[in-house]
């Protein structure tokens, strides 16, 4: 039951990241919280990544959830 719930969470997190990832770099932009090195990404590589990132959180998640079900 706790995979489930822990599952289920992260994949909320995960749908999160993906649906407000331009919004994340904006804020990140904004607040100067680019990561070091990141000087020569662009914006539109920037939200991409995160999207990338999420999806694997996404994918995590679901994992955990099967697990929970076995």
């Not at 649906?19 to 904006?26: D, G, I, K, M």
């Amino acid at each position: 039951m706790f995979a489930l719930m822990l599952g289920l969470l992260i994949v909320v997190f995960g749908l999160a990241g993906l649906r407000y990832a331009a919004t994340l770099v904006e804020h990140q932009n904004q607040f100067e919280l680019t990561m070091y090195g990141a000087e020569e990404l662009d914006t539109a590589e920037r939200v991409r990544v995160t999207k990338l990132t999420a999806s694997v959180v996404i994918i995590v998640g679901f994992g955990i959830i099967a697990y929970g079900l076995l």
